[in-house]
């Protein structure tokens, strides 16, 4: 499977870069750190603001590049 980035926002005229096994995995791993977040934010377990710091450490570990469309 061919995974691509689009650099200026325009699928049509957009430069392309294919992603590694690597930053793909980054992406996965990050998906699933944030799914289990939102459940201890949705259980009560954690406040809104932990959600959000550690959604940002979250960021800055797994590096994620379809973190911003995907939201």
């Known amino acids: 499977m061919n995974i691509y980035e689009v650099k200026d926002g ?3 005229k957009g430069k392309t870069e294919q992603m590694t096994e690597e930053e793909l995995q980054k992406e996965y ?3 699933i750190a944030e799914s289990i977040v939102a459940n201890l934010y949705k259980e009560g377990k954690i406040t809104a603001d932990e959600l959000h710091k550690i959604s940002a450490l979250n960021r800055q570990k797994f590096s994620p590049r379809l973190a ?4």
Request: include cysteine; charge should be negative; hydrophobic fraction near 40%.
């Open 10 to 12: 325009c699928p049509l």
């Open 29 to 31: 791993d990050f998906h």
């Open 68 to 71: 911003e469309i995907m939201s």
